[in-house]
């Protein structure tokens, strides 16, 4: 069994990340899993969280807020909406998101309403857990 | 025969006209680079959007699917999104745009077909208002935004699908044009809803065969991933056309600073021709003069 497997980050903006990765805690949306070398193959959403890798260079983190993660038995694929590393991401910001994210829950249509809503509502768990 | 001072006039104002167009070429060469860059940065989250959708299409191929995956059972409304420019000053660019997508709308509507038709940028629209008026629909305006964001393809998605589930339309089909190289762009028409995942290129094939588990369900993930996937295909287009419109003005600004040179050499040879008949005259009359004394 191959001891890493390849991890990429990409939002619509960069490639964030794109290394070889023993462990990677994806933060998926029926829950957080940890993924190592040989995981069944899946397909997840994710929810606001810290996508953790740690590959040869030591660990890695960054924020996501919403997106997807394909895994398979030697690659995890996260295509994540927005994403930050951990280190560049302040409080503020954060809260900028939500604001955001609350701004557009309050304009968001009937049916759109439930599912922006609760992202607001797992931003706001999120941003709690930080701290 | 214009005078000397006019001709020195004329040269002197295309040498101007010449620096414009040189200035020009050099700020479009400048963003040209910064959007090749972005093309190039945003390539692997479309490239990995469409890796997930296709596994995705894969497994739900047998069951009915979302409607913005199986389409709404009939082609009769279709919706053309032409993507232009904000500024014109780029040669063909607009036009070829524009030409592709009237020649679709004559095909559709030789077929009976309804089309409405949704411009981003204002190039497009201007041109496409003279002939097509009443079957525009809306406009995106961009002319504000200095560097196109993902923000900017969210939102016209999001308007895309409202009226989509709105019922407005039951094909979409943007025109934008690829960016193969500086001195090739080419105008091309993709269909965004329903959404048609892109086919697997040789070689991967191999990964597209591995079963998925999918979590919460498939049903679940095709909801909430396929109005991103509009999103992600609007957003390449846009990046693709922001670095077509650099390489086609880059490539008309080259042109015309060429032929401004070329004008004023002609233009210098006038002049001092002219000048030269001048001076000949202004002889012979002196001569002419001299010996009538």
Redesign the interface.
Known sequence: MAETMQF?L??????LASFAARAVQVP???GEMTVMPGH??????LRPGIVRASGESGEEEFIVT?G?A?I?SDSV?I?A?QSFPRSEMKRSDLERLLEEARARAAAA?E?ERL?AEKFVEELVHFIEMME | MPSLKDLKNRIESVKNTRKITKAMQMVAAAKLRRAQEAAEAGRPYSEGMNKVMRSLAAAAADGEGPKLLAGTGSDQTHLLVVMTAERGLCGGFNSSIVKLARQKIEDLQALGKTVKILTVGRKGRDQMKREFEDLMVGHVDLSDVKRVGYENATAIARDLLARYEAGEFDVATIFFSRFESVISQVPTEAQIIPVAPAEAEAGEEESGKVVYEFEPGEEEILTELLPRAVATQLFSALLENAASEQGARMSAMDNATRNAGEMIDKLTIQYNRSRQAAITTELIEIIAGAEAL
């Open positions: 990429d990409v939002s619509p903006e960069k490639r998926g949306s029926e069944a193959p899946v397909i997840t959403t919403q997807i394909e398979s694929m295509v909406e249509s049916e599912t």
